[in-house]
């Protein structure tokens, strides 16, 4: 009887191994496909490649699901042999990704529970999940269905249709306000909205802009600032001048 589970242990594993290698080599095909024949790959053949291990994949579900199957659940792998030297025929095996079975890879390789990390974020899950009451999960679950359903609406639309939207909503949807544009080009124009005033101080006779105001419009005087001996009154120098001038050209609405 025990000769007899472990013949059929044996034929199991074999069968599976074999399994297991399809998959690999359907793998190893599709990534080939996709790193030296993207140019030339179409969607119909990408979509040929995840047929081909999607059912490679649920032939292994069948085959561990069968009843003539042994449950590879009871079955104990214990490592008769570590070492830290290099394993010829191991690394053959394995297509040279495990060359050393040594104390640092076993835990990795034999496991059969997640990371203490990852079970321990899954109990932090488990427990948040278990404080969320049943309305409320209920309520999270028709937004989540909600906000699903739209997306899924807005993807089957054809793309004419979105296109449509968009252009509609930028026509009806103005960029700017017509009574600050009507404001600033009269400020600019014709001075409306401008303080009408003077700098302070008196102005030397005889210098420009002496006379009076336009009205309506804005208007620039020179200022006579006293300055050394070598300075002439009624030059200014040439920082303000830069400084008037940057200002001035700030009013221009091309200049914002």
């Known amino acids: 009887m025990q000769q007899r589970e472990e013949k059929q242990l044996e034929a199991s594993v074999e069968s599976l191994a074999s399994r297991v290698a399809h998959v ?31 059912g490679q994949l649920n032939t292994i579900n069948k085959l561990l699901k069968n009843e003539k199957t042994p449950s590879f659940r009871n079955q104990v792998i214990i ?34 529970k997640p990371d203490p990390e990852v079970e321990e974020q899954e109990k932090q899950l488990s427990t948040e999940a278990a404080r969320i009451g049943p309305e409320a999960a209920q ?21 004419d249709d979105r296109d449509a939207e968009s252009a509609a909503i930028r026509q009806n ?5 017509p009574a600050d544009t009507n404001a600033l080009v009269g400020a600019v124009a ?30 620039l005087q020179q200022v006579t600032i006293g300055g050394g001996s070598g300075q002439q009154a009624g030059k200014m120098p040439s920082s303000i001048k830069t400084n008037i001038k940057s200002a001035s050209g700030s009013m221009h609405p091309y200049n914002r």
């Not at 028709?142 to 089957?156: A, G, I």
Request: proline share 12%; charged share 20%.
């Open 79 to 112: 490592p008769l042999l570590l070492s830290p030297d290099r394993d010829d025929d191991l690394a053959k095996l394995t297509e040279q990704r495990v060359p050393v079975f040594s104390h640092e890879i076993v835990p990795d390789y034999l496991r059969t």
């Open 173 to 177: 949807k103005p960029s700017f306000n």
């Open 24 to 54: 690999k080599n359907a793998l190893h095909s599709f990534i080939y496909k996709l790193e030296n024949e993207y140019e030339r790959l179409t969607w119909p053949s990408v979509l040929d490649n995840f047929a081909l291990l999607s």
């Open 139 to 159: 309520k999270q679950i028709q937004t989540l269905n909600k906000l699903c359903s739209n997306l899924l609406e807005k993807l089957n639309n054809p793309r």
């Open 190 to 219: 014709f001075g409306k909205g401008l303080s009408k005033c003077r700098p302070p101080g008196p102005v030397a006779p005889g210098h420009p802009g002496q006379g009076p105001m336009m009205s309506g419009g804005p208007t």
